[in-house]
């Protein structure tokens, strides 16, 4: 049985414990990681596929120009065109699969597709209800399998080789966009897809931002250069974040970056399988309090990693995310002064049964 076969019998064995005895998923990744099938959605209305889960049948609806690649990448499951429209397909198939209560990601679905299969079964004099069911196929995403575990260590590897690459060759004068068509080629030239988001380049006061678009701001010596990086590999992603700087680093930097770096090593003092997200970003946050910055820690502490760069289980103040071995976890702190600038010090570490491997390996610079 293959890898993604598997994952729709776990699947279905949630559809008891849910309450319904049919799945309709439209969220692209969760669509992936149970068929195998790779083809892309543009968002926000352009899909290539929508999955229909029966308890004794699987069907993979998608556009004329796909089903080839969906027969061949999805062998386990019956591809079907999309004709004459999604609603339409959609309903048919719940009709011929016998599907009343339906479960769906609320999260992940237009409300006029939403709307065009309920029309559509209504007028068939259908008996169905919608039963939302987000985060079912993410519950099991979030725990990798050990051919998950090898495609991520090589998105790791790759990101790991690309910054060991550029950052020495940073020096004032270049732009933050210089550095990142940089970033760019390394991921290609290693043998990357490409990056799994848009680097981030953020110099001086840049780097205050945390999701701060590279441009043509000129780097100076001293202040603070904030990298945030992520290699994709057959659809895995890597995420890595270092500050870095040229020449000395300013009074601030030699403040600032050694108290965020600090930061990640105590949160890997208290880091294990059993603990939950919440207690650990406390663990982050209380630290950083201590030290007079509580307040420009402004984002959670981290997220997991896998086929997405965003994905659970989360480290945030409201996190119940319990970390199981398989996780594969982002362990980010940051410090963001306005006025000045910022830092953030991102390390990725696998869950296992007896602690955490520590997949990002790119050297940190030292004050």
């Not at 997200?277 to 007079?292: K, Q, V």
Request: aromatic share 6%; proline share 5%; glycine share 10%.
């Amino acid at each position: 049985m293959t890898a993604a076969k598997q994952r729709v019998e776990a699947v279905r064995q949630k559809f008891g414990p849910a309450g319904i005895d049919g799945l309709l998923v439209t969220h692209p990744t969760n669509r992936r990681y149970l068929t195998g099938f790779t083809a892309d959605d543009t968002p926000p209305n352009e899909s290539s596929g929508h999955l229909v889960v029966g308890r004794d049948d699987i069907v993979l609806v998608t556009g004329s120009v796909n089903v080839t690649q969906a027969e061949a990448q999805a062998p386990h499951v019956r591809v079907v065109n999309r004709d004459p429209s999604w609603p339409a397909c959609d309903a048919a198939l719940i009709l011929e699969l016998g599907i009343h209560r339906i479960g769906y990601e609320a999260d992940a679905i237009l409300e006029s597709v939403h709307r065009g299969i309920g029309d559509a079964l209504t007028a068939e004099n259908h008996q169905f209800e919608w039963v939302p069911v987000d985060g079912m196929v993410d519950e099991f995403r979030a725990v990798k399998s050990s051919d998950e575990i090898a495609l991520i260590r090589r998105a790791f590897e790759i990101t790991n080789a690309a910054f060991e690459r550029v950052a020495p060759t940073i020096e004032a004068g270049q732009t933050e966009a210089e550095v990142a068509w940089k970033i760019h080629q390394a991921f290609i030239e290693l043998g990357a897809e490409g990056p799994a988001f848009p680097t981030i380049v953020a110099a001086g006061t840049n780097a205050a931002r945390p999701h701060h678009e590279p441009g043509e701001t000129i780097i100076a010596d001293g202040q603070p250069i904030v990298i945030d990086m992520g290699a994709k590999y057959q659809g895995y992603c890597a995420d890595l974040t270092r500050t870095v700087w040229a020449g000395e680093p300013d009074e601030q930097l030699k403040t600032v970056y050694p108290l965020v770096a600090a930061t990640v090593e105590h949160v890997f003092e208290r880091l294990s399988a059993g603990v939950k997200g919440n207690e650990m970003d406390s663990a982050a946050r209380d630290y950083i309090d201590r030290h007079g910055f509580g307040e420009a820690f402004t984002h959670g502490l981290g997220h997991g990693v896998g086929l997405r760069v965003h994905e659970a289980p989360s480290f945030s103040k409201k996190s119940e995310d319990i970390l199981a071995p398989g996780n594969v976890v982002t362990i980010e702190p940051g410090v963001y002064l306005p006025e000045w600038g910022g830092v953030r010090v991102e390390d990725v570490v696998l869950i296992t049964e007896d602690g955490f491997e520590i997949l990002t390996t790119a050297s940190k610079m030292n004050i």
